[in-house]
Every structure is written in structure tokens, then in C-alpha cells.
């Protein structure tokens, strides 16, 4: 079992440009989140996919948004990327309603310049 | 709104006992967790605490949770330098589960060899 695999590892886009971040669930798990890490602080919550529909939402504008694949992979997209969006966004995957654990990713390193 | 809460830094000597603590305001949290990352890394699932317990033991790792003041800790028995890394408290919310983590600020632990 590879567990929670994510795409690419690090990244370093322009100021208002667009990114695409990939994630692997954990075999046999069917929910995925999306997290970011600014440097220094703890992870917080983006949002979450289920059945390839957003069901959760944190405090995030809409220039975040995302997708979920029927092989339960997902994507994390950003528009207009700003100097603050840098940080390590991070991929949790878990089972839908089994409320216990969530295995996290290694995380992509974004940097915005 | 969920908010939790840990001191930033914590150093031990290597063999020591390290208490790490948090707390938290959700009252209807079910499940805290814990949670390890090392330098560059993802975060690593230690253990997790369902709400109606207050004691989880598993292996060096001791969970202690007061519901009534809102505090967990952690206790990390005969410290080893491989145990330098910071630690994250989170927490679920009734209705979201694992799926939606609010996480502390992390502390970081560096053990003294």
C-alpha cells in the first residue's frame, strides 16, 4: 500500500498564474481533504471531496477549487496565485463516516514568486 | 469557532518523559488526534483519543484528556532523539469527523542528546 501519494513534490509558480495539485488517496478510501500549511503554523483546512462533489468548505476565496476523480484521486487548483499562497499543501484521505483516522500525504511545496 | 491551542516549543533530554499539551474550545469534539511532522515532511498519525475516554496508552505514547477543562495531553515516555519533530493536537468536530481536522499551532520538540 503506497498510502497517500502526492504530486508534485515542490513547485514554484509566478505571481498570478494558475496551479494544479495532485493527490493518491490511500487504498480503499474514498474522501479526500485539502490542506494548507503556511510556514510556521499548523495545517488548515481547505476543503473536502466525497463522491466527486465538494461537501466542506474552510475559510478559503473561491480562487481555490478542486475536483474529485471516480478512482477517488483528486485535484487541488489555484488562480490568480498570490505571494501568500505559498506554503505546503497537504492531501488527507480517509473513509467517508468511519470517523477515526485520516492518513496524510508528504505534501507539495509551493512557492510563490 | 474551533480553536486550539499549544505552547510553541519544548526541550528534553534524551531518556526524559516530554509532555506536550493542548487545548481546545469544541466542546463537541469526538476524536482528538496527534499528529508528528519532521523537517520537509507530511504529518504522521501517533494516536487519537475518542472524547468519552480519558486515558489511551500505546507503547512510549500516553493520551490524557480532561473534557471538562478542555485539555489533552501527550507524554512521550523515555524521549529519543529520533522523537525531535513538531507535534500537532487536533481535533474532529461531531459533524465532520476526519475529514475536517482543526489543528493547533504544533510545538516543537527538540530532544537533548
Known amino acids: 500500500d503506497a498510502g497517500v501519494t502526492q504530486s508534485p513534490t515542490h513547485l514554484i509558480k509566478t505571481r498570478g498564474q494558475q496551479v494544479t495539485l495532485r493527490c493518491s488517496p490511500k487504498s480503499g478510501h474514498d474522501t479526500v481533504s485539502w490542506y494548507q500549511q503556511a510556514l510556521g503554523q499548523g495545517p488548515q483546512f481547505i476543503f473536502q471531496y466525497y463522491e466527486e462533489e465538494e461537501r466542506q468548505r474552510g475559510n478559503f476565496p473561491d480562487r481555490f477549487s478542486g475536483h474529485q476523480f471516480p478512482n477517488y484521486s483528486s485535484e487541488l487548483n489555484v488562480n490568480a496565485l498570490l505571494l501568500g499562497d505559498s506554503a505546503l499543501y497537504l492531501c488527507?484521505?480517509?473513509?467517508?463516516?468511519?470517523?477515526?483516522?485520516?492518513?496524510f500525504g508528504q505534501g507539495t511545496r509551493l512557492t510563490v514568486v | 469557532g474551533e480553536d486550539v491551542e499549544q505552547s510553541l516549543f519544548l526541550s528534553v533530554r534524551e531518556g526524559d518523559s516530554s509532555v506536550i499539551n493542548c487545548t481546545y474550545t469544541d466542546s463537541s469534539s469526538t476524536y482528538l488526534y496527534w499528529y508528528k511532522q519532521e523537517p520537509g515532511a507530511g504529518l504522521q498519525l501517533l494516536t487519537y483519543?475518542?472524547?468519552?475516554?480519558d486515558m489511551k496508552q500505546d507503547q512510549r505514547l500516553t493520551v490524557l484528556l480532561n473534557k471538562k477543562d478542555k485539555h489533552l495531553s501527550l507524554r512521550i515516555a523515555d524521549t529519543q532523539t529520533g522523537d525531535s519533530a513538531i507535534y500537532f493536537c487536533?481535533?474532529?468536530?461531531?459533524?465532520?469527523?476526519?475529514?475536517?481536522?482543526?489543528f493547533g499551532t504544533g510545538t516543537r520538540l527538540t530532544v537533548i542528546p
Open positions: 487536533a481535533e474532529s468536530p461531531l459533524q465532520t469527523g476526519a475529514n475536517n481536522l482543526f
Open positions: 483519543i475518542f472524547s468519552n475516554m
Open positions: 488527507a484521505s480517509s473513509l467517508q463516516g468511519v470517523n477515526t483516522e485520516a492518513f
